[in-house]
Nanobody, 115 residues
Framework: QVQLVESGGGLVQPGGSLRLSCAGS????????MRWYRQAPGKQRELVAS???????RYSDSVKGRFTISRDDIKNTLYLQMNSLKPEDTAVYYC?????????WGPGTQVTISS
């Protein structure tokens, strides 16, 4: 059974940083494409970043240059380093292990950017 649990969210001032983690069981992250999505209140879910099994990373234009997705294959943990945070980054962030066109989702972690 695949289980994902995100952590690291919280309240941060604009310009600050957070690192999100996603710990998994029942699945070896390095074998799959992994993604971070986010959803803000009243908005559609947005793909923020992805990392392929090959290690190739991609980012949405809204976070490019500020966020970094990475993976620790020994710890089987996915990360999202978020720098220069903006109020519009406020959302629930989800870790997803892709399986074809769908995937396994974690419960999410709240990130709030506010002064």
């Amino acid at each position: 059974q695949v289980q994902l649990v995100e952590s690291g969210g919280g309240l941060v001032q604009p310009g600050g940083s957070l690192r999100l983690s996603c710990a998994g069981s029942g699945s070896i992250f390095s074998m799959y494409n992994m993604r971070w999505y986010r959803q803000a209140p009243g908005k559609q879910r947005e793909l923020v970043a992805s990392i392929e099994s090959s290690g190739i990373t991609r980012y949405s234009d809204s976070v490019k240059g500020r966020f970094t997705i990475s993976r620790d294959d020994i710890k089987n943990t996915l990360y999202l380093q978020m720098n220069s945070l903006k109020p519009e980054d406020t959302a629930v962030y989800y870790c997803v292990r892709m399986q074809g066109s769908s995937g396994y989702w974690g419960p999410g972690t709240q990130v709030t950017i506010s002064s």
